[in-house]
T-cell receptor, first 112, second 114 residues
């Protein structure tokens, strides 16, 4: 069965610093991978997705993610974090029927 | 594209009461999904529809839960005889039918059972 692990429950970074959020997945075939962001009390907004091809994918708000099959990872990165990036981030793997299996999320705090 | 709309945004109910939530998906989307999210967790899949057909239900969806999408447009999720453990955010999403089509989420309905 598909599963997603986000090892970090909370991460705190200083504004302007770089960010990397970790995601490991378990899936038997070539995965469809997604990163979503959720602000408090809101739904989830798609940041980026990977289906095939170039393993480095660009998303909205300056985020990027790299798919590494050998490590079963899909880590999210941003070179310079802004205070408005503070939110909860979810990695997800796509299953049959577009059903998504989500990780438990990583809460990002940004220090000014 | 007006986005996925969910109503109500918040619902407080007493244990044992029935509640119903509504989701209006993006109009061109064939698929509609319901997820449940509890504090500190990622969303968990409950069920999904392709047009009016309910194609899959999670074992999380007990007999007290029922979902419909009668005309292949909006959907309702009903919880009968609510329990305190039902307190959660209920999220609706929609997508195209293609397997790589991303899900677009609504802002959710926050249910509190007292």
């Amino acid at each position: 069965a598909q599963s997603v692990t986000q090892p970090d429950i909370h991460i705190t970074v200083s504004e302007g610093a770089s960010l990397e959020l970790r995601c490991n997945y378990s899936y038997g075939a070539t995965p469809y991978l997604f990163w979503y962001v959720q602000s408090p009390g809101q739904g989830l907004q798609l940041l980026l997705k990977y289906f095939s091809g170039d393993t480095l994918v660009q998303g909205i708000k300056g985020f990027e993610a790299e798919f590494k099959r050998s490590q079963s990872s899909f880590n999210l990165r941003k070179p310079s974090v802004h205070w408005s990036d503070a939110a909860e981030y979810f990695c997800a793997v796509g299953a049959r029927g577009n059903k998504l299996v989500f990780g438990a999320g990583t809460i990002l705090r940004v220090k000014s | 594209d007006t986005g996925v709309s969910q109503n109500p945004r918040h619902k407080i109910t007493k244990r044992g009461q029935n509640v119903t939530f509504r989701c209006d998906p993006i109009s061109e989307h064939n698929r509609l999904y319901w997820y449940r999210q509890t504090l500190g967790q990622g969303p968990e899949f409950l069920t999904y529809f392709q047009n009016e057909a309910q194609l899959e239900k999670s074992r999380l969806l007990s007999d007290r839960f029922s979902a419909e999408r009668p005309k292949g447009s909006f959907s309702t999720l009903e919880i009968q005889r609510t329990e305190q453990g039902d307190s959660a955010m209920y999220l609706c999403a929609s997508s195209w039918v293609q397997d790589n089509s991303p899900l677009h989420f609504g802002n959710g309905t926050r249910l509190t059972v007292t």
